[in-house]
Nanobody, 121 residues
Framework: QVQLVESGGGLVQPGGSLRLSCAAS????????IGWFRHGPGKVRDAVSC????????YYVDSVKGRFTISRDNAKNTVYLQMNSLKPDDTAVYYC??????????????WGQGTQVTVYS
């Protein structure tokens, strides 16, 4: 069974850090580009980051550049999103998704259930 499971969300103060994990089962992430998306209150679901399947090239939306880092550990079949200097606007449900492609063009066919990230003062 193909499955993506996010974990690592939680409550954190502004300026704090979290590391999200996206663990895959039923398929190998090596051949997939992986994206992180988020859906915050009053906002549409937006892509925040992705990582390619071959050379590890990455993409970040402007609002998280310099603060978030995406990485992958193929041995663990897991992709991570390290989030530093968190802001209240980062509050959202974060989803990982996979596309069978080298790059991050989509469409993303596999999605996790999401993990809640809440940034508060």
């Amino acid at each position: 069974q193909v499955q993506l499971v996010e974990s690592g969300g939680g409550l954190v103060q502004p300026g704090g850090s979290l590391r999200l994990s996206c663990a895959a089962s039923g398929f190998t992430l090596d051949n997939y580009a992986i994206g992180w998306f988020r859906h915050g209150p009053g906002k549409v679901r937006d892509a925040v980051s992705c990582i390619s399947s071959i050379d590890g090239s990455t993409y970040y939306v402007d609002s998280v550049k310099g603060r978030f880092t995406i990485s992958r550990d193929n041995a663990k079949n897991t992709v991570y999103l390290q989030m530093n200097s968190l802001k209240p606007d980062d509050t959202a449900v974060y989803y990982c998704a996979a596309v069978l492609a080298h790059l991050c063009q989509g469409p993303y066919g596999y999605w996790g259930q999401g993990t809640q990230v809440t940034v508060y003062s």
